[in-house]
């Protein structure tokens, strides 16, 4: 079956910095979605690829599908406590519309 | 608009005992999920259904998982008898349709089996 994997899992970040968390499926994807899940809190839809090669901006987060949709990849530049959280990636397989997430990136903020 | 809205937000029970969760979805939202999330991992979909019939339900352990919704809007989750492992937290989302939609999850309802 399809597997998504997001590395890395933990990532500990200075305030202020960038860092980056990738996605890689194990199948072509026909789309692929980001989600943000505060601690206690409920997964929230950030945003949906779905070209090969798209990049979409959402203020300081960049998200980036690959050419063969089959990775993915979220960049977060000048890191805010706010951005504290577990990021998932979701995707279907191009014969389904089953969202299969990865495990997360939790991301911690050092003041 | 109101979000998607989840009864109990706790539920501590012993194993072999039932639970039940129920999940009230987006108004108009045909699409209706139940996510099992384990500590650490991401989501796991149990079922989704459109409107009143099931789409997928091949990760439910139906043996002692059942959900159904009835009238295509509220949906329950049944555990009947419950397991140490599956204490997690049972989330519901909604979409509009299926396929390349945006999901809505409910707050979650986290059950503790002892």
């Known amino acids: 079956g399809q597997q998504v994997m997001q590395i890395p899992q933990y990532q500990h970040v200075q305030e202020g910095e960038d860092f980056t968390t990738y996605c890689n499926s194990s199948t072509t994807l026909s789309n692929i979605q980001w989600y943000k899940q505060r601690p206690g809190g409920h997964p929230v839809f950030l945003i949906q690829l779905v070209k090969s090669g798209e990049v979409k901006k959402q203020k300081r987060l960049t998200f980036q599908f690959g050419e063969a949709k089959k990775n993915s990849s979220l960049h977060i530049t000048a890191t805010q406590t706010t951005d504290v959280g577990t990021y998932f990636c979701?995707?279907?397989?191009?014969?389904?519309?089953?969202?299969?997430f990865g495990a997360g990136t939790t991301v911690t903020v050092r003041a | 608009e109101a979000g998607v809205a989840q009864s109990p937000r706790y539920k501590i029970i012993e194993k072999r005992q039932s639970v039940a969760f129920w999940c009230n979805p987006i108004s108009g939202h045909a699409t209706l999920y139940w996510y099992q999330q384990i500590l650490g991992q991401g989501p796991k979909l149990l079922i989704q259904f459109q409107n009143n019939g099931v789409v997928d339900d091949s990760q439910l352990p139906k043996d002692r998982f059942s959900a159904e919704r009835l009238k295509g809007v509220d949906s329950t989750l049944k555990i009947q008898p419950a397991k140490l492992e599956d204490s997690a937290v049972y989330l519901c989302?909604?979409?509009?349709?299926?396929?390349?939609?945006?999901?809505?999850f409910g707050p979650g309802t986290r059950l503790t089996v002892l």
């Open positions: 979701a995707g279907p397989g191009t014969n389904d519309y089953k969202l299969s």
């Open positions: 989302a909604s979409s509009l349709g299926w396929g390349m939609m945006e999901q809505f």
